[in-house]
C-alpha cells in the first residue's frame, strides 16, 4: 500500500511538471503596461510608440503605454521598479534614467544597478544641439559668440538629470557662457517655449527636434554624431568640440525579480521586431540606430555607463540644481 501510495504521489508530481511549464510559457496572456517615463510627444515616447506595434506583434498581446513623467525621467522609472515583477509592467530605460540619474539625484529612488532585470536595448541616437532662430546663428562658433554678446541667456532640457541637462552644462562650463538651466517636463513644453523665445537653446535627441527643424521653426547648429535626419548639420567634432560624442541609448527592462523565461522572451521579441525592415526604416528616419542585442549586453552597458558618467560629472564639476 505505502509502495502504491508512493507511486501515485510520484506520478502526480510528474503530470504537475507540463503543467506549471504551461503556466510559464503563456505569458503573456493579457496586455502588458509599458510605462515610457516621460510625457507624450518626447523623443523616448516616439521611439516606443514606433516600436508598440511590432512588439505586439511578436508577443502576442498589446503592449499598453503609460506615459509618467516627471523628475527627469525618475518618477515613472521608480513607479515600475516598484512594480510587481510578474512581467506585466515593463519599462522604457534610458542613458539618462540609468547612468545619469544614479549619478545626479541624491535621493534617487531605485538603484539602476539592482532594481532592474534589463531585457535589450532598443537603439541609440545622437544629441543634436538646437537653437531660437532669433539668435542668428547657424554654426557652433555663430552661437557661442551671440551667446556671450547677449549676455544673460538660458538653456532649456526635458528634466533635470538627463543627458539633455547635462550637456547643456558641460556647453555653459566649456565655452564659459551665462545661461541658466531651465528645466522641463518632457521635451514637448520644452520645445514649445524654445520656438517661443523664451528659452535660448536646448540639447535634445532628433527624432523630437527634427520637425521644427526641417518646417525652419528651430535651428540645429551642431550634432554629436552625423545623422540622416538632420544631414547637413555638423558635428561638435568637426567645429571644434571633438569631446561632445555622447550618444544616448533606449531599452526595455523589468523590475528586479521577473522570472529569467520572461525576460529572455521580450528579449527575444525585441529583437524580432527591431529586425523588422519596416520598423528599423521608420526609426532610421527618426534618428535612431536600432540595436538588437541580448539582455546581458544591456546590463553590463548601465554597469559600465554609471562609472563612465560618475567620473566626467566629477570631472566637470557639474551642479545639480
Do not use: C
Not at 518618477?75 to 534610458?94: E, F, I, W
Not at 529612488?109 to 532669433?134: E, H, M
Not at 538629470?161 to 564659459?176: A, I, M, V, Y
Not at 535634445?204 to 552625423?226: E, H, R, Y
Request: hydrophobic share 45%; glycine share 10%; net charge neutral.
Amino acid at each position: 500500500m505505502r509502495t502504491l501510495s508512493l507511486t501515485l504521489l510520484h506520478g502526480l508530481m510528474l503530470s504537475a511538471i507540463p503543467a506549471l511549464s504551461s503556466a510559464q510559457a503563456a505569458w503573456p496572456d493579457r496586455p502588458v503596461t509599458l510605462i515610457v517615463p516621460f510625457p507624450a510627444g518626447g523623443g523616448t515616447d516616439l521611439v516606443v510608440r514606433t516600436l508598440q506595434p511590432a512588439l505586439s506583434k511578436q508577443l502576442g498581446q498589446t503592449v499598453v503605454i503609460q506615459n509618467a513623467g516627471g523628475a527627469g525621467g525618475t518618477v515613472g522609472s521608480g513607479q515600475a521598479a516598484r512594480a510587481k515583477p510578474d512581467g506585466y509592467t515593463a519599462l522604457a530605460v534610458t542613458t539618462s534614467t540609468t547612468a545619469l540619474a544614479a549619478n545626479l539625484y541624491k535621493n534617487l529612488a531605485y538603484r539602476p544597478d539592482q532594481d532592474f532585470a534589463y531585457a535589450g536595448f532598443i537603439g541609440t541616437s545622437p544629441y543634436v544641439l538646437a537653437a531660437n532662430p532669433a539668435l542668428k546663428a547657424t554654426t557652433l562658433p555663430a552661437l557661442v559668440q551671440a551667446l556671450k554678446a547677449r549676455g544673460q541667456g538660458s538653456y532649456a532640457s526635458v528634466g533635470a538629470g538627463t543627458l539633455s541637462h547635462l550637456l547643456g552644462d558641460l556647453l555653459k562650463k566649456d565655452e564659459k557662457l551665462d545661461i541658466t538651466h531651465i528645466p522641463y517636463r518632457g521635451a514637448a513644453p520644452a520645445y514649445t517655449d524654445l520656438i517661443g523665445g523664451q528659452v535660448d537653446i536646448m540639447f535634445d535627441n532628433p527624432v523630437g527636434l527634427a520637425p521644427f527643424v526641417q518646417s525652419g521653426k528651430l535651428v540645429a547648429v551642431a550634432t554629436t554624431a552625423p545623422t540622416p535626419i538632420l544631414p547637413g548639420v555638423p558635428t561638435f567634432a568637426a567645429q571644434g568640440m571633438p569631446a561632445y560624442t555622447q550618444l544616448l541609448w533606449y531599452g526595455l527592462a523589468f523590475p528586479k525579480g521577473t522570472p529569467a523565461d520572461i525576460v529572455t522572451r521580450m528579449n527575444g521579441a525585441l529583437n524580432a521586431a527591431l529586425r523588422d525592415p519596416a520598423v528599423a526604416a521608420d526609426l532610421a528616419a527618426k534618428g535612431v540606430d536600432v540595436r538588437p542585442d541580448t539582455a546581458a549586453a544591456l546590463t553590463d552597458s548601465v554597469t559600465k555607463d554609471l562609472a563612465f558618467w560618475g567620473t566626467l560629472i566629477k570631472q566637470n564639476g557639474v551642479q545639480f540644481d
